[in-house]
């Protein structure tokens, strides 16, 4: 009998899984999880692209509970990217729109 090549098994961390799938219902979305998580890995393949584009432009650091931090090379200046309530915030550009918040909202690794 021929193997069905349709679709992988893919192996992942049951605790991470278990977690992911919790807060993944809480969403009600009209898509299967599978489906969910490709159509997200694809589109964090376009945002790790992008970012690894900006990489000569920004250094980064991940600050775990108080966002992201990095170096703009271009402006010479260090900056700090978190969400507030839901919101992006930029320590030099406040709530207003800026490069700071697109190079760390595209980043697959910002998670606020
Ligand atoms: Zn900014």
């Known amino acids: 009998m021929p193997r069905d090549r349709t679709y992988s098994n893919l192996t992942v961390n049951r605790s991470d899984y278990e977690k992911l799938r919790k807060e993944y219902d809480k969403l009600k979305l ?10 997200i890995a694809f589109s964090g393949l376009v945002r790790q692209s992008y970012t690894l584009d900006m990489e000569e432009r920004f250094i980064m650091a991940d600050l775990k509970d108080e966002g992201f931090a990095f170096l703009d090379k271009k402006n010479k200046e260090l900056v ?6 839901g919101v992006l915030y ?5 709530n207003e729109p800026c490069d700071h918040k697109i190079f760390a909202s595209m980043n697959p690794k910002f998670n606020g």
């Open 90 to 94: 930029c320590s030099i550009h406040k």
């Open 30 to 39: 009209d898509q299967s999880l599978n489906t969910w998580i490709m159509d």
């Open 80 to 85: 700090q990217i978190k969400l507030e309530k």
